[in-house]
């Protein structure tokens, strides 16, 4: 389950209520893959990337109210990373997304640590 907080109730709230379908999935699909959500209040975006997909969800500020209704695919993540990458950090910095670190966990063996960088342009799409 997803939550948010209203700050001016003071409260967390199922995010059924005010986030569509199509955006909860977005964002369960990344945590379910230990992928990494990061926001940019600047924009209203919350990126989501995870070794499945990345996309940008789009969210709006009504009377203290979030909604959450558009998203939009960006490239496939395997441009960023592989299959079995995971647990990666993302931040937004000067309106580009930095995708970075977390471990390449191949089956059988031990989760290994990586050092891999990836910058996505959103306004270009593309990295």
């Known amino acids: 389950k997803i939550f948010h907080y209203n700050p001016m109730r003071d409260e967390w709230l199922n995010a059924q209520e005010s986030f569509s379908v199509e955006a909860l999935e977005v964002l369960d699909t990344c945590l379910q893959a230990e992928g990494a959500i990061a926001v ?46 995971r647990l990666h950090s993302a931040v937004v910095l000067d309106g580009r997304l930095y995708v970075m670190g977390g471990d390449r966990h191949d089956a059988g063996s031990d989760p290994v640590p990586t050092a891999r960088v990836g910058v996505f342009d959103p306004e270009l799409n593309r990295r």
């Open 40 to 85: 940019c209040p600047k924009t209203n975006v919350l990126y989501a990337v995870s070794n499945q997909e990345s996309a940008a969800v789009t969210f709006n500020l009504i009377d203290g109210d979030v909604y959450v209704r558009n998203v939009r695919l960006l490239p496939r993540p395997h441009e960023f990373f592989t299959a079995q990458h």
